[in-house]
């Protein structure tokens, strides 16, 4: 079975308390939403798309230098992000 993975990590994680939003956070060694998207492209996930907070985007392109990892600007809300997701992810 093929599938597509949409993770909207856009979130600002205000209640985290952290200066960094919790999805970037690290744990043992890595950020915390690096874990997520390896166990989704290990699960055979064909393609990810991940939202992320817009002033992040660069710096999750960086860390997930990987073709099938789309890495876009999420949206106001996770409603608003889902889309963005969607939106941006393959068609097939």
């Known amino acids: 079975m ?6 909207p990590a856009a979130g600002r994680g205000g209640r985290f ?3 960094l939003p ?9 950020p915390l939403l690096a874990w997520t ?3 989704l492209l290990e699960s ?10 817009a002033q992040l985007v660069t ?3 960086r860390l997930f230098d990987d073709r099938r990892v789309l890495c876009v600007a ?9 889309e963005i997701c969607l939106a941006a992810s393959p068609a097939d």
Not at 22 to 30: D, N, P, T
């Open 59 to 61: 710096e999750a392109r």
């Open 37 to 39: 998207v390896e166990r």
């Open 17 to 19: 308390g952290s200066e």
């Open 2 to 7: 093929v599938f597509h993975a949409l993770v």
């Open 22 to 30: 919790k999805q970037f956070v690290e744990v043992s060694g890595r």
């Open 44 to 53: 055979g996930a064909a393609s990810l798309t991940l939202a992320v907070p």
């Open 74 to 82: 999420g949206g106001d809300d996770r409603q608003g992000s889902v």
